[in-house]
């Protein structure tokens, strides 16, 4: 079974959709600890990288650059060279090529 582009456009949509729904628990969590924002960001920057995603064409890699600079551009702090820095890395294992066999998932993290 393969993993496609379009497989990993639906899954920054999944994301985006995921931290939208977890904004408001990610804030308290952060408010124990820091200033009640991360849910914020991580919302933010997820729908940021889902759109980026979705507007890419070409490889796993394109994508992955793309969704990263666009969390990148949408959040700032410590979270956005973080999450960016880890999809840029995720890109460059999956390469240049349209799909991969799902069993080497694994090697993206």
Same mark, same amino acid.
């Given at each position: !079974?393969? =993993?496609?582009?379009?497989?990993? *456009?639906?899954? =920054?949509?999944? =994301?985006?959709?995921? !931290?939208?729904?977890?904004?408001?628990?990610?804030?308290?969590?952060?408010?124990?600890?820091?200033?009640?924002?991360?849910?914020?960001? !991580?919302?933010?920057?997820? *729908? @940021?990288? @889902?759109?980026?995603?979705?507007?890419?064409?070409?490889?796993?890699?394109?994508?992955?650059?793309?969704?990263? *600079?666009? =969390?990148?551009? @949408?959040?700032?702090?410590?979270?956005?060279?973080?999450?960016?820095? @880890?999809?840029?890395?995720?890109?460059?294992?999956?390469?240049?090529?349209?799909? !991969?066999?799902?069993?080497?998932?694994?090697?993206?993290?």
């Amino acid at each position: !079974m393969e =993993f496609t582009t379009g497989d990993l *456009k639906a899954l =920054f949509d999944a =994301f985006s959709a995921r !931290m939208a729904a977890e904004r408001d628990r990610l804030c308290a969590l952060d408010g124990v600890i820091g200033d009640a924002d991360h849910g914020i960001a !991580m919302e933010q920057g997820m *729908k @940021a990288a @889902a759109d980026s995603a979705q507007a890419a064409e070409g490889t796993l890699q394109d994508v992955f650059n793309a969704a990263a *600079k666009g =969390f990148l551009n @949408a959040v700032g702090a410590s979270s956005g060279p973080l999450y960016a820095t @880890a999809l840029l890395r995720a890109g460059k294992a999956a390469g240049p090529r349209a799909s !991969m066999p799902s069993g080497e998932l694994r090697t993206l993290i």
